[in-house]
């Protein structure tokens, strides 16, 4: 189950960071002063935006993890995965208008009719193609990154297995000097004496 969902972190984690982003700039858009904007963000039920470094942390870690997981299976081997257009070019709309309507209803109970016609609601959802070909171009960049990576070091050679026998070191003649204190109590323990 774990390497069926590897393949889909990254793509998902940029995606959600895309429609996050390009939700984050419609609010903006719409409101460029920050005292309005957070009294709309509020009202609207948007008041989860203020965390958006906590979860694009979160998504980061995830395109890590999903870096890891790619550059392990081209270790192995395996055949560079391709990316599905539709999750870039289908995803972020649907899960936008999901997201807006969501939004509203655990914040007021209900969904405005007229919604879908708010001007933010069109600028929200025009601003999703832009960063869901950013998001795009990143995971294919990603990827690529990751699968050369990956079949360089599944090319590099096998290091040498480490010896089991003791190995011995040649041990020279060391002159003490006397000068020190320490020395003349214990002349065998210190640091040796190359003067």
Wanted: glycine share 8%; charged share 15%; aromatic share 10%.
């Amino acid at each position: 189950m774990r390497r069926r969902l590897l393949p889909y972190l990254i793509p998902a984690a940029l995606t959600l960071a895309g429609s996050l982003a390009a939700h984050f700039l419609a609010y903006r858009i719409a409101s460029p002063h920050d005292h309005e904007r957070e009294r709309l963000l509020e009202g609207t039920g948007h008041g989860y935006l203020n965390y958006v470094p906590v979860i694009l942390a979160c998504l980061l870690a995830l395109v890590a993890v999903g870096l890891g997981g790619e550059i392990a299976h081209a270790i192995r081997g395996g055949s560079r995965r391709p990316v599905r257009v539709w999750q870039f070019g289908l995803v972020p709309f649907v899960a936008f208008v999901l997201q807006e309507h969501l939004e509203r209803y655990f914040h007021s109970g209900g969904v405005p009719l007229d919604l879908a016609l708010e001007p933010l609601f069109l600028i929200g959802l025009a601003l999703q193609a832009p960063f869901a070909l950013a998001a795009l171009a990143a995971c294919r960049a990603l990827l690529g990154f990751a699968h050369r990576a990956g079949r360089a070091l599944g090319s590099l050679p096998s290091l040498p297995r480490l010896r089991s026998e003791p190995v011995s070191w040649p041990v020279s003649d060391y002159r003490f000097s006397l000068s020190s204190p320490f020395a003349r109590c214990n002349p065998k323990r210190g640091p040796p004496a190359f003067f």
